[in-house]
Structures are given as structure tokens and as C-alpha cells.
């Protein structure tokens, strides 16, 4: 039975992953956390993890058959990716999510930095390069509280549309990529089935909730202000290629892999309307 390793367990991709696995696959799931003590998914074996101590990475690996990486949102985490490369077992598979355009910039860039920290090992890899989730519209994290309190989305576009995936599709290929032959050395970019721009998602929203909702769009330095430095400049870059459609492609990696087309931001909403419904009292 092979075994898979998933670096964040509790992430949206990774929550969304080991319950594919363990719908669709006959593995092993073990899943990594900063909090092993409270617990995992069902089905899942927790394990001892933190970016910050890889001290106890090779427990974490031990005898894994594939692993699941989800690269910290850290100023070192080319190096820290190419640490937990070279510390799997030899010939384990390696999917990064990674993000879309990433080979956009040059290549001392962090994000195109972190996808060379595994293709260049010498473990077999894939690489996912997603747009936009569309889970930040329901995380507390992301623009759910404003969207609930004050009825906006705030976030820089520029006008320009995003091909918004759910983070279960991207899941879905993931698991392909970690137990199916035909994914080492591809890089598949993930999208929804459309380029959706922020004015319509906040129509979409509007619909669904029966209250006003707006799209704000905003500066991208003004959405990065009071970031650290090296942070600022990679999330501004980030911003200014969703600006200019970067984060626009349209795929059809989704169904290419799984045999199902990507879900829409539209079911997405439809679905998760009562997320946005403002608590009473």
C-alpha cells in the first residue's frame, strides 16, 4: 500500500486532498501538522511537522511514497523546500503547489526559486501552478469578514478577470499526480472554467446572500501596506500580475486529469451562501 505525505493537512488543499485520497485511493495518508495533538482527518495518520524545525522532518518522512508540498510563506522557503526534497526517501514523488505564472519572473525570483528547489533534485516531481482559490472568499483570513460586515471585496484587479479554482479540483489532480504514472517532469496549471472578473463575483455574491455586495478595487500598495519588506514586494508582485490577467489563463488541466471539468465560481457561491449570512444579535 503506498504511503503519502501531505505537508499541511489542515490547508485548504490538503484538507481537501486527504479526503481524496482516502475516497478514491487505497494509501496510506499521513498528514503533517504543527499541532499533532489535535488529532487529523479521519483516516489520516498525524504527524509531527513545522517548516521551522527540521529536526523532525525525517520522522514525518519515514518510508513516505510520495509527498504533498505546500512551500511556506517564508522569505528562506527555496531553501527550506530543497531541505524536505532532499530529505524524502530516494524516489519518492514530489508534487509543489506552486502558483500560476510562476515562471513568469525571472529566475531569482522566490516563487520560480521554490519551483527549482524541486525540479532540480533528483526526485521524480510534478508541479501544480493554480489560479486564485476560490475558498478565500469564504476564509476568515481572506475577504470573508468584509464581505459579512461591510459588504465589500476588497483586493487590486484592475478590471481584469481571474480564473478562480476551487481548492477540491486542485486537490483532485493532486492525488492523480501522487499515485497515477504520467506526472513526472509536467507541470499542470490549474484553473475554473473561466476568467471571472471581481465586479461579477460580487454580482454572483450580491444573488446568492439577497444583500448588496460590491467589488473595491484597490491599489496594490496599499494592499500590502504594513508587510514585512520581502513580503510586501512578493505579494505586490503577485497582485500586479493579477492586474495585468495574470492569473486569467483558462485550462483544461482539471478535466484532463480527472476525467471532470473544473467547478465554477458561480456553483462555488451557490453553494456556500449561508457562509456569508451575517450572524443575528
Not at 525525517?58 to 526534497?85: F, G, I, N
Not at 469564504?138 to 487590486?156: K, L, S, W
Not at 504520467?182 to 475554473?192: D, E, I, K
Not at 454572483?204 to 514586494?233: F, K, M, N, Q, Y
Request: charge should be negative; charged fraction near 20%; glycine fraction near 10%.
Amino acid at each position: 500500500m503506498a504511503r503519502v505525505f501531505i505537508t499541511g493537512v489542515r490547508g485548504k488543499t490538503g484538507a481537501a486532498l486527504a479526503a481524496w485520497l482516502g475516497a478514491n485511493r487505497r494509501v496510506q495518508v499521513r498528514g503533517g501538522t504543527s499541532r499533532p495533538q489535535l488529532g487529523a482527518p479521519p483516516g489520516v495518520e498525524p504527524a509531527a511537522f513545522d517548516w521551522a524545525e527540521p529536526a523532525g522532518w525525517a520522522a514525518a518522512l519515514e518510508d513516505v511514497d510520495a509527498v504533498y508540498l505546500m512551500r511556506p510563506d517564508v522569505e528562506d522557503a527555496p531553501e527550506r523546500v530543497a531541505r524536505l526534497v532532499a530529505a524524502a526517501p530516494a524516489g519518492a514523488r514530489i508534487v509543489l503547489l506552486s502558483e500560476m505564472g510562476a515562471d513568469q519572473f525571472g529566475p531569482d525570483t522566490w516563487m520560480a526559486a521554490a519551483e527549482r528547489a524541486v525540479t532540480s533534485a533528483d526526485r521524480p516531481w510534478t508541479i501544480l501552478r493554480p489560479s486564485w482559490f476560490q475558498q478565500v472568499f469564504t476564509d476568515d483570513r481572506y475577504f470573508r469578514p468584509a464581505i459579512v460586515e461591510r459588504g465589500v471585496i476588497e483586493m487590486p484587479t484592475a478590471g481584469a478577470g481571474f480564473s478562480w479554482i476551487d481548492a477540491r479540483d486542485i486537490a483532485a489532480v493532486a492525488g492523480h499526480a501522487l499515485t497515477d504514472d504520467g506526472h513526472a517532469g509536467v507541470v499542470h496549471t490549474l484553473s475554473g472554467p473561466a476568467a471571472v472578473p471581481l465586479e461579477e463575483v460580487a454580482r454572483e455574491l450580491s444573488a446568492a446572500t439577497a444583500r448588496p455586495i460590491r467589488a473595491v478595487d484597490v491599489a496594490p500598495g496599499d494592499a500590502t501596506a504594513g508587510l514585512e519588506p520581502w513580503l510586501a514586494e512578493m505579494v505586490g508582485h503577485v497582485y500586479e500580475r493579477g492586474c495585468a490577467g495574470g492569473f486569467g489563463e483558462v485550462t483544461d488541466d482539471v478535466r484532463a486529469v480527472t476525467g471532470r471539468a473544473a467547478r465554477s465560481i458561480e456553483s462555488f457561491v451557490a453553494e456556500h451562501a449561508a457562509v456569508w449570512t451575517p450572524a443575528c444579535g
